[in-house]
């Protein structure tokens, strides 16, 4: 199989940005496989196996190290000179730490990609020789000048052994003739599927597609304020949906970052609240430090600050047999009210489990969150309804749909849509609110000709009486703030 060349690629995908594998630089390279060899040692000496949990802790432990060698340079078998920069040139010391971490990994050599490529969103591999990335919003074709990867056997290797091998990844991790595809979560890493043959065709034998958590760098509403993603008067509507406990349906297309945006106003939730999160496969990882944590003023490091501190986080289990169903979505949203959480997320709404979910907004769980996928905010309204009436609650009845449509409106407050602009960046592009009648619709907030949103609703005395009530005391002007 041919490896593409760069004329190749620019003959075959024109349009398509062509970029080299990434890797380290020649100023840090021996320098991090030095320290790489550290950890080995310490890692063969404790025994333990290779896992999730160690990945995502690597970069504090890569950090910890370097600062062992600035103490102790000889024992690490560090030069004193290449010491003494690291203890006063904070940029080679932050370049050091990210090339060791690379080196470190156990995901190496897609740590490359995955920690060296800035804004990674997603990375497609169509066989061994042809990589895909896409990175603030565009796409690029990896050329193979310094492509680690020889071989489909290798890659289906890589994935089988090395990703889905480790301790702690999540979901269907066979990946074999039987089970020829597999999809899992690695910690708060990357969420990704692999297929091969006999579930692929064609030339290649094996496909993948990876999701990193690059999103997760967005902390707050400002955050999308400044990249463009919303205006501050969507953003400041969105903050008093959630302080004021408005049900909130978020929904886009693939990619359009649905789960991003429920991390960023799940993070707003007071801390004394209970979350319970259903997912299908780990995504949203609110435990996890969203990195703007208070100074400790006596270490000087950055504390650790979760998105929700109190957080039971329930993900489904695939079957194991071909006569057992596992554990569905839906059983996880039913089981969830035990936990007596005072909101509930659901990752992704795909099926009947939309009725439970609704029935739980419904009944003292207000300020909850879903997402779904849809190509506008009516249409999302449309697409709950559909999935509410698989419940067998209301595909028995001959009035199912308007049921299942009552019931959604009774359920939620606000949808909001978002979609691919412009360069395939992010946007809001649409804001709706819903009342208790099931034709009861205010669009809030509205496209542009350009692209942009404007204000619709202009008073808040034009809401539905439900969310007027829920906002009265967050949004204390008598107007929706201004697009």
Known sequence: MKALSAEIAEAAYEGLEALPWPDLGDGVRDLAQRLTEVIETNRRAAGAPASVVEEDTLFDSVTALVDRVIESPTRHGVPPMVQERLRTDDSFRRTVIEATRVRASRLWPLSRLIYLLPGLEEIHCFRSDRWMVTAGGRKALLLNDVNPFGSDEEVINFFRDRVLGLVGVVGATQLNDGSPVAEATVGGVMRLIVAIKPAISGDANVHATIRTSAAARVRSLDDYVSHGVMPRGVADFLEACVAGRANVLIAGGTATGKTTLMRVLAGMIPDRETVVVIEDSAELHLESDRGDGPMDLQTGERQPRPWVP?????CTVPAVLRQDSGITMRELVRAALRFRPDRILLGESRGAEMADVCTAMSTGHDGSMVTIHADNAFLAV???????????????????YELAKRAVHHALDVVVHLAHGPGGTRRVSGVVALGEAMDHTVELYGATAEGGLRRVCRLTGDLPPRLRARLRHTLRNEELPAA
């Open 310 to 314: 109190l957080c039971i986080n329930l």
């Open 382 to 400: 449309e697409r709950a309804a559909s999935y509410t009436m698989e419940s067998a609650r209301f595909a028995n009845s001959s009035n199912s």
